[in-house]
């Protein structure tokens, strides 16, 4: 079956211009998260989404940063105002449940000049 | 503060051998344990997740945990050129059910 997509597969922004990534999670995967992974560094976990709710914002590395889904599925983050060091790849991984084996998209590739 | 630890390597081994990549973890707490592979420039890809003690076999891959030493472990064998990535070791911690990487380790199968 489809894995989980993200859109778009790069972006490049102006600096102090929002942003919006999309994730479309496998089908039928109630737990969505939204990780990031700067050049050379580890993933960092960023949201987790259970259904709509998002039980878990910790990793949300400031106020511009939001993110929400909708009918148990898509899910968007946005970054508003964004900074040079937002640039990085942003990952999205779904599960059939909590605690179940993540599986992860493509990425975004962030890029603000 | 939850930590998953890895030697980034590289680890180099030659084609045929086996390869073992190690992992160790904070916390006494229930978890679960993942390995991914990650190729350069490509997103992790799910290799294995091991739940209990002991060892769990698939294919060519074989993952180990020792929960009284905090430990897990991939070993792969028969290692390929193509098995070149890097392995990322991911905890869940069931308490706060966040899955946490280790910053992994880069492998090298040399012909």
């Known amino acids: 079956g489809a894995g989980v997509s993200q859109s778009p597969s790069n972006k490049v922004t102006e600096k102090g211009k929002d942003v919006e990534l999309r994730c479309d999670p496998i089908?039928?995967?109630?737990?969505l998260y939204w990780y990031r992974q700067s050049l050379g560094q580890g993933l960092e976990f960023l949201i987790y989404?259970?259904?709509?709710?998002?039980?878990?914002k910790s990793g949300l590395p400031s106020d511009r940063f939001s993110a929400e889904r909708t009918g148990g599925s898509v899910s968007t983050l946005t970054i508003q105002r964004t900074q040079q060091e937002d640039s990085a790849v942003y990952l999205c991984a779904s599960s059939l449940a909590r605690r179940d084996e993540q599986y992860f998209g493509p990425g975004t590739r962030l890029t603000v000049t | 503060q939850k930590e998953v630890e890895q030697n980034s390597g590289p680890l180099s081994v030659p084609e045929g051998a086996i390869a073992s990549l190690n992992c160790t973890y904070s916390?006494?707490?229930?978890?679960?344990f993942f390995w991914y592979r990650q190729y350069s420039g490509k997103s992790p890809e799910l290799i294995m997740s091991i739940y209990s003690n002991g060892d769990k076999e698939d294919g060519r891959f074989t993952a180990q945990l020792n929960k009284a030493s905090q430990y897990v472990s991939l070993l792969i064998r028969d290692s390929q050129p193509s098995d070149s990535a890097t392995y990322l070791c991911a905890v869940l911690f069931w308490d706060t059910d966040k899955l946490i990487f280790g910053t992994g380790t880069r492998l090298q199968v040399f012909p």
């Open positions: 089908s039928g995967h109630t737990a």
């Open positions: 989404f259970q259904g709509n709710s998002a039980p878990d």
């Open positions: 916390d006494r707490g229930s978890q679960s």
